[in-house]
């Protein structure tokens, strides 16, 4: 039986990160575009790891990373993706819920391996990804249980999801059923060029009825197709109640239709690696929001957590964040 | 083929570290010995793995840590051990191959998994290891290739190997061969409950011909059965003609016949696993011996090698190790 109550219920790609650290020029060299996430088969996954150094493995996958850290923060969450029955996937599984959270979408069998993504990471910290979905195309509608989302105060949703068919599926019937319950929805864009790949149907999206939508600059320009921030924001409040904008050390602005809200970031000492400060920046927010706080408390609580994630390799908390808030 | 002339071919147990940080009372709870190695079955470690926390994977096994810092300080290697055809043995291999080390062992087919080894690391950096051998079980005589020990300087040997029978005559096979091909054979005693189990072994083994004995505080003292550093000195002067003697902070013995030479260990900023200090060390202690330095310069790289490695999660150097002697 699921919980009768969760602060966040996340869907999302479930995947393991392959981290591995290398100079500028070898993004040049194999044409990955600096900070983004690119979509590659098997054969492009697999060509790519023989390319890049030794690695190291760690659970990953944007919504998953959100959702534990809602439960590093002391909060209570759920997860919906899909793995294989292999050894990444028992990894995948295995992390998730040693952090607190509800897993209990079945392992898939007979079918791709688990998803991998290959975060390569710069010397200036920053990160761009290759994703192999692999498991995760499978996920789809009957993934998705009317009691868990029913259980969860937010539903927190990824644009990522957008790239299948199956998993799109899967995000339509979770996003019906949380307004059948009376319940609210959440999402992030994921990526500027997930958004361009699907911004009609991200504006029907959140017009049809997001309560609380993450994205970061790059992100919310490609939706309105505008090189202004201002506009981007006039825009953004006509169509959702509450939107959080995330500029990198600039800090984030919360746009509640007539009332914007600027937020700090929090001081890095110095930042290792970028990979999941978006994520993070969700957990907090999420957290603060599930628990009735106001939208510059649930910032901050996004840029503490955004703050403990970058200081270290890897987008999964090393340290309880409650104790940072 | 092989290369003709590779500076260190290591033998050992090809596992797939997973690090977990825990609580000191974590160890006491679960019967774990703070800083050792105890062997565990499949039960054994998968209820372990229900039991911590979130883990981050990454490429270990203590001769193949060695090796990967070989090639980190410049040098040439070649590493032989036993994986699976599974997504850890991908994992193994990939970073191994990826360090620039020559592995042509065949995978095991239709056999138990990848090693594993559960690694706890407490507040103070110390680290503590439950392994599941698997397929390094399989190991045997047949994986050691006379051309591949003709072709290394020194063929480098972990106690560990000692644990399974079949491993335990690859080694046999390997410090025959490099006897006949007038190569160097070293040995580490990997940890002082693997002396405890086959002491006179090891103690015959060292007498009838190895040339560069690794071993801590802990395990010299275990071997010659005394307290006394100074009374395990004197016994290892008689019976092996080179002995690097690690005393973590306090840096290491060199025991040369008659000759002593004590050599400090490098300041490091802040402990944070100390996994992969000892074989780090004897990363550069080989590497130097391999060119020929004196044995205070090749204790000075085996310093510079661990200060790197407990520096951060993780028993695999993180920058090349070149760029810091």
Redesign the interface.
Same mark, same amino acid.
């Given at each position: 039986m699921p919980q009768k109550n969760v602060d966040v219920l996340g869907i999302g790609n479930a995947i393991v990160d392959v981290i591995a650290?290398q100079e500028e020029a070898f993004l040049g060299l194999h044409g990955l575009d600096k900070g983004s996430m690119l979509l590659v088969d098997e054969d492009g996954i697999l060509s790519l790891? +023989?390319k @890049? $150094?030794? #690695? =190291?493995? @760690?659970?990953g996958g944007s919504a998953a990373n959100t959702i #534990?850290g809602v439960t590093s923060l002391g909060g209570s969450a759920c997860y919906v993706g899909k793995v294989a029955a +292999? *050894?990444?996937g028992e990894?995948f599984a295995? +992390? @998730?819920r #040693?952090?607190g959270v509800a897993f209990n979408t079945p392992f898939l069998k007979d079918g791709p *391996? =688990?998803a991998r993504c290959i975060v390569i990471v710069t010397p200036d910290g920053q990160r761009t990804m290759s994703t192999y979905l692999g498991a995760c195309a499978m996920l789809g509608p009957d993934d998705v249980v009317e009691e868990e989302i029913a259980a969860a105060r937010i539903t927190y949703l990824e644009g990522y999801l957008w790239d299948r068919p199956n998993a799109k599926e899967a995000f339509r019937k979770a996003a019906q059923l949380a307004g059948k319950h009376k319940r609210q929805t959440a999402l992030t864009l994921s990526d500027s060029f997930c958004v361009d790949r699907y911004r009609e149907s991200f504006l029907s999206l959140i017009r049809d009825g997001v309560d609380i939508l993450f994205a970061n600059e790059a992100e919310i320009l490609s939706l309105y197709e505008t090189s202004s921030l201002q506009q981007a924001m006039t825009a953004v409040a006509k169509d959702c109640s509450l939107a959080a904008i995330t500029r990198s050390e600039r800090g984030s602005v919360i746009v509640a239709g007539s009332s914007v809200t600027e937020v700090s970031a929090q001081p890095v000492a110095q930042v290792v690696d970028t990979t999941g400060a978006g994520d993070l920046y969700a957990s907090g927010f999420l957290f603060g929001h599930a628990h009735d706080k106001p939208v510059a408390e649930c910032a901050r609580l996004g840029h503490v957590a955004a703050a403990e994630i970058i200081s270290h390799? $890897?987008a999964?908390p *090393?340290v309880e964040l409650k104790s940072l808030v």
């Open positions: 650290r790891y +023989d @890049i $150094g030794p #690695a =190291t493995e @760690i659970s #534990a +292999d *050894q990444l990894v295995h +992390d @998730i #040693a952090a *391996q =688990t390799i $890897g999964r *090393q």
